[in-house]
């Protein structure tokens, strides 16, 4: 089993920064991750990287996000610059340990125009 902790969402103005971290209860040797859900639509991927470090991000945040892990440490971040409005979800942090996909319980990020 594998817990998920997430911290550092909140309120911020348009264009703004935020950084996310998640911290794992046990070494994660499969991908890293996070998604994110806003009102009314399905959760979806922001960005996600592997333990050698390969990252793959949305069409929507490419340029804007950027995801690093620490293996040794066993979190991974999430920075999030020039944040905009349609930004604004429950920003979940995900794990693969043993073939099964593992979540946080989420944290709030607001942008306000």
């Known amino acids: 089993q594998v817990q998920l902790v997430e911290s550092g969402g909140g309120l911020v103005q348009s264009g703004g920064s935020l950084r996310l971290s998640c911290a794992a209860s046990r070494s994660i040797f499969g991908a890293m991750g996070w998604y994110r859900q806003a009102p009314g639509k399905q959760r979806e991927s922001v960005a996600t990287?592997?333990?050698?470090?390969?990252?793959n991000y949305a069409d929507s945040v490419k340029g804007r996000f950027i995801v690093s892990r620490d293996n040794a440490q066993n979190t991974v971040d999430l920075q999030m610059n020039n944040l905009k409005s349609e930004d604004t979800a429950v920003y979940f942090c995900?794990?693969?340990?043993?073939?099964?996909?593992?979540w946080g319980q989420g944290t709030q990020v607001t942008v306000s125009s």
């Open positions: 995900t794990a693969r340990y043993s073939s099964t996909d593992y």
């Open positions: 990287i592997t333990y050698a470090g390969n990252t």
